[in-house]
């Protein structure tokens, strides 16, 4: 499985961005999708997941102000609706896919969120 995490750039606070991280390879296989974030200096935290089942769990960070979802038109499309973007949620957002026991990333996308 590979991923293509997209989407990221430079926002205002209070501003919106979509991030998107597109699955290639044995995507049927796939048990859930999650986004990850380190800001610099600090370890990799997670965002968000989204299971097969469409189940979603969020970090108490970001709840309330990002969703994840799948995309109803790429099937193999896992999207993250940044919203209410604060300073803090400054940092570069990866994608991870978990298939049984075994897990992929995808390469990261930078978000930066300006005053």
């Known amino acids: 499985v590979q991923l293509q995490a997209s989407g990221g750039g430079l926002v205002q606070a209070g501003g919106s961005l979509r991030l998107s991280c597109a699955a290639s390879?044995?995507?049927?296989?796939?048990?859930?999708v999650g986004w990850f974030r380190q800001a610099p200096g600090k370890q990799r935290e997670w965002v968000a997941t989204i299971t097969n089942a469409g189940s979603t769990t969020y970090a108490d960070s970001v709840k309330g102000r990002f969703t994840i979802s799948r995309d109803n038109a790429a099937k193999n499309t896992v999207n993250l609706q940044l919203s209410s973007l604060k300073l803090e949620d400054t940092a570069v957002y990866y994608c991870r896919a978990w298939i049984v026991v075994k897990d992929y990333w995808g390469q990261g996308t930078q978000v930066t969120v300006s005053s």
């Open positions: 390879g044995s995507i049927d296989s796939i048990s859930a």
